[in-house]
């Protein structure tokens, strides 16, 4: 098992071909295993299966991103949406490859990141009131339920997103609020698309999974060595598409 194992290992697997498809719903998300060493992996958001994976590309990289991203055009990868969470770099170069593709951000994202920023409970009525418009994210499943919700956000931000923005104070509960709101703020264009196209995935709980499957397999792994990594996620890819 260790020479066929390490036969393996000395090769990358065959070289994926893209299925042409007209429209594509996908997920994009990436993971640490260890700092500083991370997988990025784009998944199709209907069958929950691989498109591709990659070790070594990190999410604040453009152009490791791009380096990533780029061949996949070639191969005539044509994508309806991304679903992704906010990193800013992700976003930036699928708008900047796939201009027409919907950027979706994943709902249990903000709402998880704005609910640990408001805290379980909160002190002010402004931030006590922020956290349940973060309850509210998972439950808009109508276009009238968009309205509520974009309708409570405005009325928020009139009553105190001024004053929360030109406040000076440093302390870490009150940053964390300020946080929470510019989070809200620039997700809210990108958080419904869904309810115009039911194929769009809300979350990217479908690689969640596959991450955690995952590294349950490569702590199985650890003596590794740091030259067979690559290699070793390339045939988990491979063989592990779902």
Known sequence: MYRLTDSLLADVPPATVLE???ARYLLFDGTFLHRPHSIVVLMDGQTHTLVRGQFGVRENSEPELRAFFAPMIDEGLCPRSFTVDGNPQVIRVLRTLWPDAVIQRCLVHVQRQGLAWCRNFPKTAYARQLRRIFLRVSSV??????????NLVATWEAQHGAGIAAHKETGRVFSDVKRARSMLL?????????LDDAHISTTTNGLEGYFSRLKSHYRQHRGLSPRKRPNYFAWYFHFTPR
């Open 141 to 150: 499943d109508t276009v009238a339920d968009r309205e509520t919700f974009l």
């Open 186 to 194: 620039r997700a809210l264009p990108d958080m419904f698309h869904y």
């Open 20 to 22: 042409p498809q007209s």
